[in-house]
């Protein structure tokens, strides 16, 4: 059973940032693309950004590209979203996902990734 715990969530002021991490434990977590999600009150989650097994390719949501990154160390299991120039409406729980399936495709869409966190709260005040 693959777990992911997410951690670095917390309150900043909007310009600020704040860096999120995911530690992956119960099998092998290079087998795994990552993603970073996201899920606001009252809206549907959302996709934030993803990064493939290597760390060499990435593609993000356009409301955060330039803003955010993702990042993945191997041989920590754990992956990162370093979020600068916060926005109040970055305000969410954060979550993070992998994704087993075979090929190199990164995918966007939820139903994709088999497993999940728990959730991390950050909020941007203005």
């Known amino acids: 059973q693959v777990q992911l715990v997410e951690s670095g969530g917390g309150l900043v002021q909007a310009g600020g940032s704040l860096r999120l991490s995911c530690a992956v434990s119960g099998h092998t977590f290079s087998n795994y693309r990552m993603g970073w999600f996201r899920q606001a009150p009252g809206k549907e989650r959302e996709f934030v950004a993803a990064i493939t097994r290597s760390g060499s390719s990435t593609v993000y949501a356009n409301s955060v590209k330039g803003r955010f990154t993702i990042s993945r160390d191997n041989a920590k299991n754990t992956v990162y979203l370093q979020m600068n120039s916060l926005k109040p409406e970055d305000t969410a729980v954060y979550y993070c996902?992998?994704?087993?399936?075979?090929?190199?495709?990164?995918?966007?869409?939820?139903?994709?990734?088999?497993?999940w966190g728990q959730g991390t709260q950050v909020t941007v005040s203005s």
């Open positions: 996902a992998a994704d087993g399936a075979l090929g190199s495709k990164i995918q966007v869409g939820i139903p994709f990734y088999d497993y």
